[in-house]
């Protein structure tokens, strides 16, 4: 891995954690806002409640990673371009092409 794909690489990641932890929250929250609502009538224990909101996140999180991917790519890549670091790697001689490798291969690895 070169240093502009490491580069790459970590401006894309954290905004990629906090983009999938929000958005886990938000899901989260939701169902357990929605699970309170049926406990109320039902005979739920903690435990099951716990089970049952965690059971809950794998369909979710199936969506989440490609809309925290793709908040990742332009929140990284725009700090960069507004640093004028993209500018200044075209002017060393690195290809839009070149650039784009670390963005699109962080989404293949996620996907």
Request: overall charge positive; glycine content about 10%.
């Amino acid at each position: 891995m070169k240093r502009i794909d490491a580069h790459l690489v970590r401006q894309i990641l954290s905004p990629f954690l906090g983009a999938l932890s929000v958005v886990v929250a938000i899901v989260f929250f939701s169902q357990a806002r929605r699970l309170s609502s049926a406990a109320l009538g039902a005979a739920l224990t903690l435990e099951d409640a716990v089970v049952i909101l965690f059971a809950s996140l794998p369909p979710f999180i199936v969506l989440a990673i490609p809309i925290a991917c793709l908040f990742a790519v332009v929140v990284g890549v725009g700090r960069m371009n507004g640093d004028g670091e993209i500018g200044a790697s075209a002017g060393a001689g690195v290809g839009p092409l070149r650039i784009a490798l670390a963005p699109v291969a962080f989404g293949v690895a996620l996907s």
